[in-house]
Nanobody
């Protein structure tokens, strides 16, 4: 079992920045990692994912504003969020998966609120 703990959420004004962190309880080097979010009244959606080999994909809505990165030595994944907009308001969840092993883990989420 892998435990994921997100941090870094909070209230920020439009145009502001936040950096989310996701600390894993185990070595993540073999895991694909990702950030997902669920806004009010919306389905959970993928925001950014980074494979165990470093391949990155972003949702169109956040491309050029958000940056995902991973530090395998620290068992941590980050999401740098710039130029935040009210539509980015959501609970952000960290995910770790190894699909071939049918392993899929979620954190408890961290809330991001973008409002003036």
């Amino acid at each position: 079992q892998v435990q994921l703990v997100e941090s870094g959420g909070g209230l920020v004004q439009p145009g502001g920045s936040l950096r989310l962190s996701c600390a894993a309880s185990t070595n993540i080097f073999s895991f694909n990692m990702g950030w997902y979010r669920q806004g009010p009244g919306k389905e959970r959606e993928s925001v950014a994912v980074i494979s165990n080999s470093g391949v990155i994909n972003y949702a169109v809505s956040v491309k050029d504003r958000f940056t995902i990165s991973r530090d395998n030595a620290q068992n941590t994944v980050y999401l740098q969020m710039n130029s935040l907009q009210p539509e980015d308001t959501a609970v952000y969840y960290c995910n770790a998966n190894r699909r071939l092993l049918r392993q899929n883990y979620w954190g408890q989420g961290t809330r991001v609120t973008v409002s003036s």
